[in-house]
């Protein structure tokens, strides 16, 4: 059971409470809430917000070639898998992404947490544009998108 | 040819719209379209070290929305898009 949506910052908000309702389900006995929120200071400079921008199609298609690849690596078949990532600018404090992910036991939902987060800094094309307390701006280095080519 | 290259992360700064025109002659290479981005970047903004960087470490994404690899035949009009390298999260 997956969701995956791109939030619009101009238009919504990420929501906890969203989260929490698709992944609810008596069937699962553990469930765990990844929070990636805006930080104050990086690389020593002061930060006021972040400008994120997303490739939405092919993002939300990392999100679902990550999740079935779960199924195969990870062999976590019984699962609710919520994952959303905000585009648009940020203020601190502000969620930017959120993984809920719900299984059967604990060791499945740390290792299925963890296996999407890092999969999606490797795989999804977003990218982070640092705003600065006097009004400059910089796009952060990332690393070259790993997957298939055609 | 004409290709609508769809800007993404820092290759933004390219343009004030979202994407850039780039005339192709003949069948090409997405080899030689990084070539032609480099010119348009040489002609429009003085040869910008940064960005020419930016162009040199990016991947490309065809409308399917698959990564394309150099030897990928650009024989169409067609919109691409220019990936950075990424950060999200």
């Known amino acids: ?150 | 040819m004409k290709i609508k290259l769809e800007l993404f992360g820092a290759s933004r700064d390219f343009s004030d719209k979202d994407h850039i025109e780039i005339e192709i002659e003949g069948k090409a290479s997405l080899d030689d379209l990084r070539n032609e981005i480099i010119k348009y970047l040489d002609k429009n903004f003085k040869g910008n070290e940064n960005f020419i960087k930016i162009v040199k470490s990016s991947a490309f994404c065809s409308e399917n929305n698959e990564i394309i690899s150099d030897n990928y035949k650009i024989i169409n009009d067609q919109k691409i898009s220019i990936i950075p390298p990424i950060g999200g999260g």
């Open chain 1, 1 to 150: 059971m997956l969701h995956t949506k791109i939030i619009d910052s101009k238009k919504e908000k990420i929501l906890i409470s969203n989260a929490e309702k698709f992944i609810k389900d008596s069937k699962f006995g553990a469930s765990i809430y990844f929070l990636g929120t805006v930080r104050n200071i990086n690389d020593n400079k002061t930060v006021t917000g972040i400008t994120y921008d997303t490739h939405d199609e092919m993002v939300i298609k990392s999100f679902e070639e990550i999740y079935y690849e779960a199924d195969q690596k990870l062999d976590i078949k019984d699962k609710a898998v919520f994952i959303e990532h905000a585009k648009g600018h940020l203020n601190l404090g502000e969620v930017s992404i959120i993984i809920a992910v719900a299984c059967k036991h604990r060791d499945q939902a740390y290792l299925l947490s963890r296996f999407i987060i890092e999969e999606i800094k490797k795989r999804s094309p977003i990218w982070k544009k640092e705003n600065y307390e006097n009004e400059e701006s910089e796009w952060l280095k990332g690393n070259p998108i790993m997957g298939k080519q055609v």
